[in-house]
Structures are given as structure tokens and as C-alpha cells.
């Protein structure tokens, strides 16, 4: 059953703050490749994050830092060729906007170009508000995100939850309202206070994206990998496992194996 409030043929920068305005959440998943992205823009998603999470869960790296813009677009230009109805976000990485705006023009302009997701993401808010009116000006649409930033991580030295104390608070609140200044579309908020992150959602017009971010924002998202249990070693509060894809899959591989071993696979209507 939908619970949707208008049929939208195609989501666009413009009907995600049509869907705040009118009060409709926002579903977000990330997706990384063809199959899975076809799977949530066909069940409904409204935005599909190609997040540089794929660094974790696609490669098996601790962080997010060493993705590469290289390896972004491959992902991205993968999820692209699925997707009929969702927006597609593409996180630029570690490394590809931070040093100057003219860089990160460049990569979101390589983003844009070779992969054609229809907007990219940034993590940071006033240390990057020149990269991110350069890339605006562009007329490439931008993505905040805010709170616990992953390619942060060695400045933060935990993954905790953000902005707890007042001064760290006022800094966020400060920086999401540059970034609806700025021209973002729409805001990541990562795990901080509910309370916090619904004050936020409540004194901007751009949609506010939560993940570990309480019910008062805009819209959810979470990892794909996550929330269809398919790894059992990340179990953060926030996160609400959908299926047991890990001991699913890992049954029925094992059970392929058996079959195999014990020539029941295949039998004689799997054969030519
Ligand atoms: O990379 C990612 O998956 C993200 C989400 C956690 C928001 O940035």
C-alpha cells in the first residue's frame, strides 16, 4: 500500500520540496550498482544515494577515504542505466572538492558528465561554501550533509553521535542555514539528537534527510547493505534491519554447496 501524497513520475530537486512542503517524508537508500538500484527505484525510492559508503561495504575498506572519483562514477554510471523514477545522488570523495572550488567544480562536473547522476553531495558547511557556490553556479544541484561526517573521521576519532554540547549545536544550526542560503537542494543531518536534528528540519525550507537523526526531519535514509542485514557486524541504534540477508544468503549458498557435492545439482530437467 502507498502512502504517498502525489504520484511523481520522476523525482526532481523540485518535487522533494514540494514533498516537505506538503508534509510527505522522503525515502532515501544508497545503491551501488545496476541490479540493486533497479530493485529500489522499483519499489518506490524516492532518492537513490550513491554514497561513498561503497567504500565500506563494496570494498571492503575501513573508511570511506579511499574511494576515488574513478571508482564513484563506476558506481554511479551503474546505478544510472537502472533508475527510471528515483533522483540520483552521487557523494564526491575524500579528496576530490576539498582542496579548492575549482577542483570541485571539476569533479562534480566529471560526476555529472560521465555518470549523469542528477546531483552530488559534499560533507562540511562553512569550510567548503565557496566549493559548494561553484559547483551551484554550474547549475549542477548540491546535497549538504552535516553532523557525523564520515571522511572526518580521523579529525573526530570516533564514529559517536555529533553535537551533544551547545557550541557544536550552534555550529550545525549556523551551517544548514548557509547551505539553504547557498541554493542546496536538500541536507543530510547524521547521527546527532533528534531534538536537535527536528529544530534544524523545522527552521529551513530545504528538505532534511535523516540517518540517526530522530522522526522530526524530512526524510530517512539508510545504507542498503544495512538495512537488508546483509553484514551482521554493524548494529548502530538508528538502524532498522528489514531482512537477515546474511544468514539467508550464507544458508542458501550452503546449501548450493551440498547440492553440488552430493551431485543433487543438477538433476536431469536442469540439463540440455
Ligand atoms: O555514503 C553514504 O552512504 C552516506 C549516507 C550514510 C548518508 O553518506
Do not use: W
Not at 557544536?168 to 539528537?193: H, R, T, Y
Not at 526524510?219 to 544495512?226: N, S, T, Y
Amino acid at each position: 500500500m502507498s502512502v504517498a501524497k502525489k504520484d511523481y513520475k520522476r523525482i526532481t530537486t523540485k518535487s522533494l520540496i514540494e514533498m516537505k512542503a506538503n508534509g510527505e517524508k522522503i525515502s532515501m537508500l544508497t545503491a551501488y550498482d545496476y541490479t540493486m538500484a533497479k530493485i529500489v527505484d522499483t519499489a518506490g525510492v524516492d532518492v537513490i544515494l550513491v554514497g561513498d559508503s561503497a567504500s565500506n561495504v563494496m570494498a571492503g575498506y575501513e573508511t570511506t577515504l579511499p574511494i576515488t572519483l574513478d571508482h564513484m562514477i563506476y558506481h554511479a554510471s551503474s546505478v544510472v542505466r537502472a533508475v527510471q523514477r528515483a533522483l540520483v545522488v552521487v557523494d564526491l570523495p575524500f579528496g576530490s572538492y576539498q582542496s579548492d572550488p575549482k577542483e570541485a567544480l571539476r569533479s562534480s562536473i566529471r560526476i555529472m558528465k560521465e555518470s549523469g547522476g542528477h546531483a552530488v553531495k559534499l560533507e562540511g558547511g562553512s569550510e567548503i561554501k565557496d566549493s559548494i557556490k561553484k559547483i551551484l553556479n554550474a547549475g549542477i544541484p548540491v546535497m549538504g550533509h552535516l553532523g557525523l561526517t564520515p571522511q572526518s573521521i580521523y579529525k573526530f576519532g570516533s564514529y559517536t553521535v555529533r553535537a551533544k554540547e551547545d557550541e557544536e549545536a550552534d555550529k550545525l544550526i549556523e551551517d544548514a542555514k548557509l547551505l539553504e542560503k547557498l541554493g542546496c537542494f536538500a541536507l543530510v543531518l547524521e547521527k546527532i539528537p533528534a531534538h536537535l536534528a527536528g529544530k534544524v528540519a523545522k527552521s529551513i525550507s530545504i528538505p532534511v534527510i535523516g540517518i540517526g537523526a530522530g522522526g522530526g526531519v524530512d526524510g530517512q535514509v539508510l545504507v542498503i547493505h544495512d538495512m537488508l542485514g546483509m553484514n551482521n557486524e554493524f548494529s548502530p541504534r538508528f538502524l532498522r534491519r528489514y531482512l537477515n540477508l546474511y544468514e539467508q544468503m550464507t544458508e542458501a549458498i550452503g546449501n548450493y554447496v551440498t547440492d553440488v557435492k552430493s551431485k543433487d545439482f543438477p538433476n536431469a530437467n536442469e540439463q540440455y
